[in-house]
């Protein structure tokens, strides 16, 4: 395997705090002459360290396709957060990383936290990368408008609707992707085709409502009017999230959708009758436009 300097972290939403890691990470390995790499867990530790799982921004194949995608990583490591995982000395963590992953230096967060009962900290990966002479950077805190940056607080955010401030903090759209699934085709009865796309489950739910998105499908970009939600006008009960994506035309079953996630639009809400349904809908179809047009400019 390639020598490789990895950044070390969960890296759920892939945000702008991220970012700054990645950035030196690249930057670390482009002076030794190496590979830049990541180091993530297919599983949030909190689930066995606090015995508790938060909801996610992004399922681990997501995080891995931004990872490589968006910013540019040439390798993607990601080990179970399993019991041994958890035990295991911070020391014998780095070395396991050296010797199996063939890691020549290594990035965290200052607040970076692994090993045993998070005995490993941002200093104490310092102090062995000095010991051993091998390349090493710890990235302070990241703030935006006098707020930390986090994957909290923008999970906070989507599951507020404040899409426009989340995607701020990312540093990016809000990525879903999925494969199409078939729905109960009352879109293309109202001659609004729209795409199927099941919410994993691990995932937070944005807050229900219409959404301007891009859609990215068989290497095309389209604009996307898109609703998360359980379709109240019909009686629905399971959250769906459904796309009709703009000026495509073809069959999208079982195709692979990545859905970008702009602006919150309006709030998901039941219509007397079909009829109302469309022509909001269609709406909702010209302000999606008018949102990229202008953003265009």
């Not at 396991?96 to 890691?103: C, E, G, H, P, Q």
């Not at 970076?112 to 200093?123: K, L």
């Not at 986090?150 to 701020?168: H, P």
């Amino acid at each position: 395997m390639n020598e490789t300097i990895y950044a070390l972290g969960f890296f759920d939403g892939v945000h702008i705090g991220h970012a700054a890691l990645l950035k030196a990470c690249r930057e670390l390995a482009a002076q030794r002459g190496c590979r830049a790499g990541v180091v993530t867990f297919g599983s949030h530790p909190d689930t066995l360290v606090l015995g508790q799982t938060p909801r996610l921004i992004n399922t681990a194949q997501d995080r891995e396709w931004m990872l490589r995608e968006l910013f540019h990583m040439d390798a993607v490591i990601t080990l179970p957060f399993d019991r041994q995982m958890r035990d295991m000395d911070w020391r014998d963590f780095l070395e396991m990383l050296r010797k199996t992953y063939s890691a020549v230096g290594f990035v965290c967060g200052e607040d970076f936290r692994f090993g045993s009962r998070g005995a490993g900290s941002a200093d104490t990966l310092a102090g062995y990368c000095r010991e051993t002479g091998l390349p090493w950077a710890v990235i302070p805190e990241q703030t935006r408008d006098g707020i930390r940056v986090s994957s909290t607080y923008i999970r906070r955010q989507l599951e507020s609707g404040d899409m426009k401030t989340a995607v701020a903090f990312l540093g990016h759209p809000h990525i879903l992707r999925g494969t199409v699934v078939h729905g109960q085709a009352l879109g293309r009865r109202l001659g609004i085709p729209t795409a199927n796309l099941l919410l994993p489950p691990e995932l937070a739910v944005p807050k229900f409502g219409v959404y301007a998105c891009r859609a990215r499908v068989n290497g095309g970009v389209y604009p996307a009017v898109a609703n998360i939600g359980t379709r109240p006008t019909v009686s629905g009960h399971s959250i769906t999230v459904e796309p009709w994506i703009l000026d495509y035309t073809g069959d999208l079953y079982g195709e692979q959708i990545t859905l970008e996630f702009f602006y919150f639009i309006r709030p998901e809400r039941k219509f007397p009758d079909l009829e109302a349904l469309k022509g909001e809908i269609h709406r909702n179809a010209q302000q999606t436009r008018d949102f990229f047009a202008a953003m265009e400019k």
